[in-house]
C-alpha cells in the first residue's frame, strides 16, 4: 500500500497523463454523440466522416494542450505556438496561390451545405463557365462530371472564391456543331 501511495505522490503527472489517455475515447465517444443529434440526417454520411475525424484532431489537441500545461509547459509558450498558427491561418485563408487555401477552403465548403455529392452546379469565371455533377469533394479539390463524361479537377479554393449556380436538374448535352460549308463547286 506504501508503494502505491509513494507512486502516486512521486509520479502523479504520469498517472494523470495515463487517466487522461484513458479519458480520450469516453470525451471522444461522448461528443460524437452531441455531433450526431446536432447533424441528425443534415448531412450525408461522407461528410459526417469527415466531421468526426475533424472533431477527433481537435479533441486530441486540447487535451494535449492541457497536458502540457499540466506538465509544466508556460503558458507563454503555448500563445507563441498559438499565434503563429493563427497567423499561418490567415495566410491560408487570404493567399489564394497557397495549398493552405485548398484547405481552408475545404472547411469553408464543409461548414456551408449548399454543395453537394450529386448536385449539379455551374462555377461562372467571367465569360466562361463549367457545369459538372459533384461526384467526390476531398481537401484538396473538388471533382466534377460534366455531361460528356469527361472530368474536372477544380481547386477549392476556387470553388469557394467563385460564383457557383446549383442547378435543379442535369443539363442538356450540347449540340454538336453544323459542319462548315465550303465554298466553291458542289461535287
Given at each position: 500500500?506504501?508503494?502505491?501511495?509513494?507512486?502516486?505522490?512521486?509520479?502523479?503527472?504520469?498517472?494523470?497523463?495515463?487517466?487522461?489517455?484513458?479519458?480520450?475515447?469516453?470525451?471522444?465517444?461522448?461528443?460524437?454523440?452531441?455531433?450526431?443529434?446536432?447533424?441528425?440526417?443534415?448531412?450525408?454520411?461522407?461528410?459526417?466522416?469527415?466531421?468526426?475525424?475533424l472533431?477527433?484532431?481537435?479533441?486530441?489537441?486540447?487535451?494535449?494542450?492541457?497536458?502540457?500545461?499540466?506538465?509544466?509547459?508556460?503558458?507563454?509558450?503555448?500563445l507563441?505556438?498559438?499565434?503563429?498558427?493563427?497567423?499561418?491561418?490567415?495566410?491560408?485563408?487570404?493567399?489564394g496561390?497557397?495549398?493552405?487555401?485548398?484547405?481552408?477552403?475545404?472547411?469553408?465548403?464543409?461548414?456551408?451545405?449548399?454543395?453537394?455529392?450529386?448536385?449539379?452546379?455551374?462555377?461562372?469565371?467571367?465569360?466562361?463557365?463549367?457545369?459538372?455533377?459533384?461526384?467526390?469533394?476531398?481537401?484538396?479539390?473538388?471533382?466534377l462530371?460534366?455531361?460528356?463524361?469527361?472530368?474536372?479537377?477544380?481547386?477549392?479554393?476556387?470553388?469557394?472564391?467563385?460564383?457557383?449556380?446549383?442547378?435543379?436538374?442535369?443539363?442538356?448535352?450540347?449540340?454538336?456543331?453544323?459542319?462548315?460549308?465550303?465554298?466553291?463547286?458542289?461535287?
Open positions: 500500500m506504501s508503494y502505491l501511495t509513494t507512486l502516486l505522490t512521486e509520479q502523479y503527472r504520469l498517472v494523470i497523463t495515463v487517466f487522461v489517455l484513458l479519458l480520450f475515447p469516453i470525451i471522444f465517444k461522448y461528443s460524437q454523440r452531441v455531433l450526431e443529434r446536432v447533424t441528425q440526417g443534415k448531412i450525408d454520411a461522407h461528410r459526417q466522416l469527415r466531421a468526426e475525424l472533431l477527433k484532431i481537435i479533441t486530441a489537441i486540447v487535451l494535449i494542450c492541457l497536458l502540457l500545461v499540466f506538465w509544466g509547459i508556460e503558458l507563454r509558450g503555448l507563441v505556438l498559438g499565434s503563429s498558427l493563427f497567423a499561418m491561418l490567415g495566410v491560408a485563408l487570404f493567399a496561390w497557397s495549398l493552405l487555401s485548398n484547405l481552408t477552403s475545404f472547411l469553408l465548403m464543409f461548414i456551408q451545405n449548399y454543395c453537394r455529392v450529386g448536385n449539379w452546379v455551374r462555377i461562372v469565371e467571367g465569360a466562361n463557365y463549367i457545369e459538372g455533377c459533384i461526384i467526390e469533394m476531398g481537401l484538396m479539390n473538388v471533382v462530371k460534366n455531361v460528356d463524361g469527361h472530368r474536372v479537377i477544380y481547386p477549392n479554393n476556387l470553388f469557394v472564391t467563385r460564383p457557383v449556380l446549383v442547378l435543379c436538374e442535369e443539363p442538356s448535352k450540347p449540340k454538336a456543331p453544323a459542319p462548315k460549308r465550303v465554298l466553291g463547286p458542289k461535287k
